[in-house]
């Protein structure tokens, strides 16, 4: 900036020091402010779900339910024959059939290839 003595002589070596408005902020200032309210806002979002909540406790406690009835399922449920007897068989498992009285044609006509569907 180029300032003018009182002289009227101008003067490129003094800065003219113009005092700062409320309106304009330096790019600094704006920054910072911007970063104190990200801070303030992160803070009342962690105050919200922090560890210590009450919510965040809710679903600890049901969690740990959770893995509390998985744990007595293994075992109660550990042998495979106590569990079918209890549960049925499991999808995709196998089974042997013996079929009483069965007809001549079921024998003729059965294809391996194509699974022989029982139930429904």
Do not use: W
């Amino acid at each position: 900036l180029e300032a003018e003595s009182e002289d009227g002589v101008e003067n490129d070596d003094v800065e003219e020091e113009t005092p700062q408005t409320t309106e304009e902020k330096t790019p600094e200032e704006e920054k910072s402010k911007y970063e104190k309210k990200k801070e303030k806002l992160k803070q009342l979002f962690d105050t919200d779900y922090d560890e210590n909540g009450d919510e965040s406790k809710y679903f600890a406690d049901l969690q740990e339910e959770v893995d509390s009835q998985t744990r007595t399922n293994k075992e109660f449920f550990a042998d495979e024959a106590h569990r079918e007897r209890y549960e049925g068989y499991r999808a995709g498992q196998y089974v042997r059939v013996t079929i009483a009285d069965m007809p001549c044609e079921l024998i003729e006509t059965f294809d391996p290839h194509f699974p022989l569907v029982v139930g429904g």
